[in-house]
Structure formats: structure tokens, C-alpha cells
T-cell receptor, first 109, second 113 residues
Framework: NAGVTQTPKFQVLKTGQSMTLQCAQD?????MYWYRQDPGMGLRLIYY???????DKGEVPNGYNVSRLNKREFSLRLESAAPSQTSVYFC????????FGEGSRLTVL | SQQGEEDPQALSIQEGENATMNCSYK?????LQWYRQNSGRGLVHLIL?????REKHSGRLRVTLDTSKKSSSLLITASRAADTASYFC?????????????FGKGTKLSVKP
């Protein structure tokens, strides 16, 4: 069972570059989420999607955009990456109990 | 904020001992969940306790919930080195997206063989 799959697992960007983190789930969940995790900060919610076609801001949405492409896929885009966006990004899906991907480690130089 | 705050921030024990972690929150909840995160991995759901429950068990895990004090505790009995991980609580609120969880900074548990 794949569960929640994130790509890429690692990425290094230069300041100002753009990139998209991909997330897909095969559990038929309506809700999907993007979190970032920084040392000493715990997990912070960036955006979430309660159902296909809807997205809402979380705690720290600035500098990010999301797309709920279909029920399976929820992507996170950095239009102009900044060093402050260096972090580990986690995608999750579920309602109640959440299922997490293994993370995408992003470094912005 | 619906964020849970875990205490202590770090805990170091010997294998075989019990580990207790606490969680406090500020607003009314529908349920409260605990998750584990092994180093470099994603979070894994451990247990969910509903607001009308006071205690719940799952294997070596025991969770309590005191809604009057807005607090929960996670007890891991007879700990093993494999229990070394960070543990997070996540209060679940009424209404809205039930999975829209706000996580705290976690308790980092180290179990020494």
C-alpha cells in the first residue's frame, strides 16, 4: 500500500527559483494537507484542502500556492523560493486520523 | 489557536522504564490524537481519544484526557529503544475540517538500552 507519496524527496534551489512539490494519496480521502517542519518549531500548517476543488490557508501560507488537481493529488508551489523556506515539507491526508508522507527536504541557497 | 503544547520538550529514560508525556490545549475539542515521528520520517498516528472518553489503551500505550483541565497524557509502559522518537499531540476541534490539525513542538523521547 503506497499511502501518501511525496516527490521529490530532496531538492536544492537557489533564491528566486520556483518549484512544485507533488503529493498523491491512494486512500480516497477528501482532505489533504501541507505542513512544514523546522527545527524547534514543530509542524506548521501551510494549506489544506477539505475536498476536491477547495483550498484554504493554514498558519503560514505566505510564499506558497497550492492546487488540488483531483481527489488524489495536492501540489504545493513555491513561486520564488527564499532561504526562509528551507524546511522539511510533509503532505498528509485523512479526516480525523492523518496519514503522512515521508517528507520532502528542501534547501534554498 | 487549537495547538497542543507538549511537555516535557525532551525526556531520557532507560529501557524498561515508563515514559509519560503531557499535552495541554486551550479551546474545546472533539477529540485529541497522539502521533509519533521517528527521526527523518513522517508522522504516524498512535491513538485517538474522544472528548467523552477519559482513558484509552492501545498495546503499551495509555492515553488519558481531562477536558476540565484541558490536558492529556500519553504513557508508554516498559519502553524499548525502538520507542525513541518525537511524540506530538493534536487537539481536534468541533466543526470545520476535522483533520485540520495544529501540532505542537513535540516531546523528544530517548530510550537508552
Amino acid at each position: 500500500n503506497a499511502g501518501v507519496t511525496q516527490t521529490p524527496k530532496f531538492q536544492v534551489l537557489k533564491t528566486g527559483q520556483s518549484m512544485t512539490l507533488q503529493c498523491a494519496q491512494d486512500m480516497n480521502h477528501n482532505s489533504m494537507y501541507w505542513y512544514r517542519q523546522d527545527p524547534g518549531m514543530g509542524l506548521r500548517l501551510i494549506y489544506y484542502s477539505a475536498s476536491e476543488g477547495t483550498t484554504d490557508k493554514g498558519e503560514v501560507p505566505n510564499g506558497y500556492n497550492v492546487s488540488r488537481l483531483n481527489k488524489r493529488e495536492f501540489s504545493l508551489r513555491l513561486e520564488s523560493a527564499a532561504p526562509s523556506q528551507t524546511s522539511v515539507y510533509f503532505c498528509a491526508s485523512g479526516s480525523g486520523e492523518l496519514f503522512f508522507g515521508e517528507g520532502s527536504r528542501l534547501t534554498v541557497l | 489557536s487549537q495547538q497542543g503544547e507538549e511537555d516535557p520538550q525532551a525526556l531520557s529514560i532507560q529501557e524498561g522504564e515508563n515514559a509519560t508525556m503531557n499535552c495541554s490545549y486551550k479551546t474545546s475539542i472533539n477529540n485529541l490524537q497522539w502521533y509519533r515521528q521517528n527521526s527523518g520520517r513522517g508522522l504516524v498516528h498512535l491513538i485517538l481519544i474522544r472528548s467523552n472518553e477519559r482513558e484509552k489503551h492501545s498495546g503499551r500505550l495509555r492515553v488519558t484526557l481531562d477536558t476540565s483541565k484541558k490536558s492529556s497524557s500519553l504513557l508508554i509502559t516498559a519502553s524499548r529503544a525502538a520507542d525513541t522518537a518525537s511524540y506530538f499531540c493534536a487537539p481536534g476541534r468541533y466543526g470545520g475540517s476535522q483533520g485540520n490539525l495544529i501540532f505542537g513542538k513535540g516531546t523528544k523521547l530517548s530510550v537508552k538500552p
